[in-house]
């Protein structure tokens, strides 16, 4: 069997509704497994004609992430997991995360939901011996400019991927990270919708190009398969070069 073959598995993708998470999921669905996504909006309908949303062939449920009982008191359609994915995320422009409801929604969605992800999931991810995989950012290893909270709450997304991982890597759980570059999505059209920006940002990228969801997914697959069992703790960045 491939080591990339994911059926029998279930998965469950925290903001698999849209962009990058999406394209976690959809990498998964394409190679056997039953994937669940959590994201926003009512129904999986409500996402229907959403540019980086394509929803079929995925189980979805509405969660806000920020709701931190809502998680607790979450009943699963699925008896055994076997991947977390935690791919939410927010940011607020102009400004908005210099004030202090900024700054605290930001930190609730950003970072103090993975914790809340990880702590209803980790009994689910022992019983299975499974892999927890969570998005930060190249904003975690550099300043950004106007977005204090985004950036605190990646870099601390950085380190809760060490810290669990060695916590849990004796309950056999896995945990590591994916840090990406940019990546065109509802989060960054304040860059993509402006030409000048985007080719200015561009032409900083070493590959001169965005990144793809399937590339951020490509290094998500390789740390839920067994080609990285060794791994534990570790934030692959993976921005074309980006921050070099
Ligand atoms: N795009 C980039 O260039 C880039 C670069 C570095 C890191 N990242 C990180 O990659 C991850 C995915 O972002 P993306 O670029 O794919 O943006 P996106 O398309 O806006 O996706 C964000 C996801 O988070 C969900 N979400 C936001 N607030 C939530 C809440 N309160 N409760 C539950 N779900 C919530 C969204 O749900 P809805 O679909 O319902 O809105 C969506 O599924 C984020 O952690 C982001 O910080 C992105």
Redo the contacts with the bound molecule.
């Keep these: 069997m491939s080591d990339l073959d994911y059926t029998g598995k279930t998965a469950l993708v ?10 976690i999921a959809r990498s998964f669905l394409d190679r056997g497994a039953e994937v669940h ?5 009512a129904t999986a309908a409500d ?1 229907e004609d ?1 540019d ?2 394509d929803l079929s062939g995925l189980h979805y449920d509405q ?5 931190f009982e809502a998680i607790e008191a979450y009943e699963p359609p699925f008896d055994s997991l076997d991947i977390l994915v ?6 607020i422009y102009r400004r908005g995360e210099f004030e202090m409801a900024g700054w605290r929604k930001v930190m ?3 970072l103090n ?1 993975l914790m809340a992800c990880s702590q209803k999931f980790h009994p689910m991810l022992a019983k299975s011996k499974g892999s927890l995989v969570i ?5 975690g290893f550099h300043a950004t400019k106007g977005n204090p909270a ?1 950036n605190a709450s ?1 870099t601390g ?1 950085v380190g809760l991927t060490r810290t669990l991982g060695q916590a849990w890597a004796t309950d056999g759980i896995r945990v590591n990270g994916v ?10 059209k304040v860059t993509t919708d402006n030409p000048k920006r985007l080719a200015a940002t561009e032409a900083q990228i070493p590959l001169q190009r ?2 793809l ?1 399937e590339e ?1 997914a490509g290094a998500v697959l390789f740390l839920t398969s067994p080609l990285s069992s060794y791994v534990v703790g570790q934030t692959i960045i993976v921005d074309g070069g980006l921050i070099l």
């Design positions: 925290v903001g698999g509704s849209s962009g990058i998470g999406n394209g996504i959590w994201g926003t909006r996402y959403e980086g949303s969660m806000d992430v920020s709701d935690l791919s939410q995320g927010t940011v609730d969605i950003n939901s998005i930060s950012s190249t904003a985004y990646k997304a840090a990406p570059g940019l990546v065109d999505t509802k989060l960054t965005l990144g969801p951020i």
